[in-house]
């Protein structure tokens, strides 16, 4: 966990970006079905960024003028004590935070508009309904969580993502922290494969291995024998021994620093010669994004490197017809890799996505329209600090390929015809789907894959499979 020594410096940085006050919600509980039985507390992404373990339902008044940062708390109850256990006082959280005051919750409206006065004041939607609107009501500004242009003041949202995306030292040995568990989980899933189980009994062992070290999944797991559903939450299929386990699951830490890693291993612990050939196709692609890391990379450059490697790949496989340029220029590739290489990675699992392409494409830069480049959440230069996943994929999705319009568009560039066996082997199951995914940290001098110690050498991989369960 970063220290409230480090969390205090963040503070100070994000008071000299100031001109005006601005309101943070850490948002509050969130009821599952009846209002007392509550999700897991989980708080704003920016609020942790301040904050070393926040408090449900606080919230932080930043002041540039004097430099002040005001916390409100809930009140300490008796009946608090009964069901929940001593909490530390309101005083003693002053000085464990190092803010200037911590006052009561009930408190917030007045002093905020006592500090603030007629000075313009921001904030930011959150998750929380509730505390979007409290803070809607504060500012006077049309705040919105599901909306990202309402999500707050591009000059403050920019603010916040300045910092935000810049990994200091104690945030990066979270992302390390965070790997390491995630290497455990996705090693026990490989050690438990087996024919004959469902998909269920493997996301046991990997949010297990997330529990046992005191973390929770950072996203809902992917677990799957149908890797060509993209997101694909169902755990309900039994593994068959031609099947491919597609994994895509990583740990989030009690500080809300995450990792989010792919891989990919037949059920049976050998790849078949089609899936080898894929399977080496999605490293050499990986592998060369990768590579590609480094201080002023184009992040879309990036992506269109991986696009140029995995179409080199299909035409040798007799997919892809024409060169690698030409096909990813025409878009033919993305029929077997219709996402984007990677987005942001640190408190949130997509980075402050809430945040919108305001944050995630530089200034004068816009979404592709095309089909598959048009889902690259991301097209920043990279700098120092930042901490990007890299994760290129071949899919076989009936959808795509069995698509008229696709069919007629691409009819020269596709062996459609040869497309069609991968979605009817094993035994109509289809081929699924191959991603390879790694959390990468641009550094001073090239980049640091902080995940690079989960197996995925074909050799390794399949030296795991089976081999605890
Ligand atoms: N885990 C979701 C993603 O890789 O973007
Ligand atoms: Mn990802
Ligand atoms: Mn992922």
């Given at each position: 966990m970063p220290s409230p020594a480090h969390h205090k410096a963040r503070r100070?940085?994000?008071?000299?970006?100031?001109d005006s006050p601005v309101l943070l919600m850490a948002g509050g509980w969130q009821s599952r079905n009846y209002p007392a039985n509550w999700q897991p507390f989980r708080a704003d992404s920016t609020f942790l960024f301040f904050f070393t373990d926040p408090e449900p339902n606080?919230?932080?008044?930043?002041?540039?003028?004097?430099k002040s940062v005001v916390l409100f708390l809930d009140a300490r109850t008796p009946e608090d004590a009964l069901w929940h256990g001593p909490v530390p006082s309101l005083a003693d959280l002053k000085k464990h935070h190092g803010v200037t005051a911590v006052l009561p919750r009930t408190e917030l409206a007045a002093e905020v508009r006592r500090r603030v006065g007629k000075r313009r004041l921001r904030s930011v939607a959150v998750a929380d309904p509730r505390a979007t609107a409290e803070a809607a009501a504060l500012t006077?500004?049309?705040?919105?969580?599901h909306h990202s242009a309402a999500v707050g003041d591009p000059e403050l949202l920019l603010a916040i993502a300045r910092l935000r995306s810049q990994r200091s030292p104690e945030e990066v040995a979270e992302m390390r922290a965070a790997a390491a568990v995630t290497r455990k989980?996705?090693?026990?899933?490989?050690?438990?494969?087996?024919?004959?189980?469902f998909e269920q009994e493997l996301v046991g062992h990997v949010e297990g291995a997330f529990a046992k070290a005191g973390c929770v999944p950072a996203y809902n797991t992917i677990l799957s024998v149908r890797g060509e559903v993209l997101h694909n939450h169902y755990h309900g299929n039994l593994l068959h021994e031609p099947d491919l386990v597609l994994l895509d699951a990583g740990a989030e830490r009690p500080s809300g620093y995450c990792a989010d890693v792919t891989r990919t291993w037949p059920v049976s612990g050998r790849f078949s010669p089609e899936a080898a050939d894929v399977y080496d196709i999605v490293l050499a692609a990986e592998q060369a994004a990768i590579t590609a890391v480094r201080p002023g990379a184009r992040y879309r450059d990036l992506h269109l490197l991986a696009c140029r490697v995995l179409a080199d790949g299909l035409v040798q496989m007799g997919l892809l017809r024409g060169s690698a340029d030409e096909l990813v220029e025409s878009g033919a590739h993305a029929l077997f890799f219709p996402h984007g290489v990677g987005h942001l990675l640190g408190l949130d699992v997509h980075d402050m996505e809430a945040f919108g392409d305001l944050i995630a494409y530089a200034p004068g830069r816009v979404r592709s329209k095309q089909f598959g480049t048009a889902y690259l959440r991301l097209d920043l230069d990279l700098a120092p600090g930042m901490c990007v996943t890299i994760e290129p994929g071949i899919y076989f999705v009936p959808a795509i390929l069995r698509d008229?319009?696709?069919?007629?568009?691409?009819?020269?560039?596709v062996d459609f015809a040869r497309a069609e066996r991968f979605l009817t082997m094993n035994s109509l199951r289809g081929f699924g789907?191959?991603?390879?995914?790694d959390d990468v940290l641009c550094t001073d001098s090239g980049h640091e894959v902080l995940t690079e110690a989960v197996p995925k050498e074909?050799?390794?991989?399949?030296?795991?499979?089976?081999?605890?369960?």
């Open positions: 100070q940085q994000f008071l000299t970006s100031l606080a919230a932080a008044l930043f002041d540039p003028k004097d006077g500004e049309a705040l919105d969580f989980a996705h090693t026990l899933a490989m050690a438990h494969t087996r024919p004959g189980i008229a319009k696709f069919k007629k568009q691409f009819r020269g560039q789907g191959i991603r390879i995914e074909r050799a390794a991989v399949e030296a795991l499979v089976g081999s605890g369960g």
